[in-house]
Nanobody, 125 residues
């Protein structure tokens, strides 16, 4: 069983930066880790994902602004968010799943088995 807990959300002005962290209890080194987000009135969407090897995938809307990283020894994953925009406002969720390790699988929400409770990110204009 894996439990995930996000931290680091908050209120930031447009153009600013935030770093989200996700701490996992249980061994997640063999799992893909991902970040998803859900804005008010919208469906949850993929943001970024990372495999054990360090290979990554990003949503087009955040590429070049966000960076995902993981520390397998510490069972943590982080999302560095730069040049934030009001449209980045959402609840951000950390997720873990072995099925997401497949090629092309990082962005598939259904491949993730474990989810955190989410952390709110609000970007003011």
């Amino acid at each position: 069983q894996v439990q995930l807990e996000e931290s680091g959300g908050g209120l930031v002005q447009a153009g600013g930066s935030l770093t989200l962290s996700c701490a996992a209890s249980g061994r997640t080194s063999s799992y893909a880790m991902g970040w998803f987000r859900q804005a008010p009135g919208k469906e949850r969407e993929f943001v970024a994902g990372i495999r054990r090897s360090g290979s990554v995938s990003y949503a087009e809307s955040v590429e070049l602004r966000f960076t995902i990283s993981r520390d397998n020894a510490k069972n943590t994953v982080a999302l560095q968010m730069n040049t934030l925009k009001p449209e980045d406002t959402a609840v951000y969720y950390c997720a873990a799943g072995q099925r997401a390790m497949v090629v092309g699988g990082l962005s598939d929400e259904w491949r993730y088995d474990y989810w955190g409770q989410g952390t709110q990110v609000t970007v003011s204009s």
